[in-house]
């Protein structure tokens, strides 16, 4: 079992930056590729970016390449997103998600936080 807790979301404007944290407890945090989903009003969930295990290989939905990073600390069971350059179209509820692989498929994530709102207004 793995819990999973995001913070650090908020209302910016647009051009703004933040930075996503997701704290892990339980289970060895490092066995675990780890990934951001994000649902906006009306939309259905999509993929982010995901990161591996020892954090050398990580992807990115083409919407926020160049923006986004992703990063992990394994020695404080902790992943981030790094957000730049934010637009309203970022709005949405951000969710961490842990599983086996570093996939796009939300499905193949075992564990999911609650989520953090970000809001960015133009």
């Known amino acids: 079992q793995v819990q999973l807790v995001e913070s650090g979301g908020g209302l910016v404007q647009a051009g703004d930056s933040l930075r996503l944290s997701c704290a892990a407890s339980?289970?060895?945090?490092?066995?675990?590729?780890m990934a951001w989903f994000r649902q906006g009003p009306g939309k259905e969930r999509e993929f982010v970016a995901a990161?591996?295990?020892?954090?050398?290989?990580?992807y990115y939905a083409d919407s926020v390449k160049g923006r986004f990073t992703i990063s992990r600390d394994n020695a404080k069971n902790t992943a981030y997103l790094r957000m730049n350059s934010l637009k309203p179209e970022d709005t949405a509820e951000y969710y961490c998600?842990?599983?086996?692989?570093?996939?796009?498929?939300?499905?193949?994530?075992?564990?999911w936080g609650q989520g953090t709102q970000v809001t960015v207004s133009s």
């Open positions: 990161i591996s295990q020892n954090g050398g290989t990580s």
């Open positions: 998600a842990v599983g086996a692989f570093s996939t796009v498929d939300a499905r193949q994530y075992d564990y």
């Open positions: 339980g289970r060895t945090f490092t066995i675990y590729a």
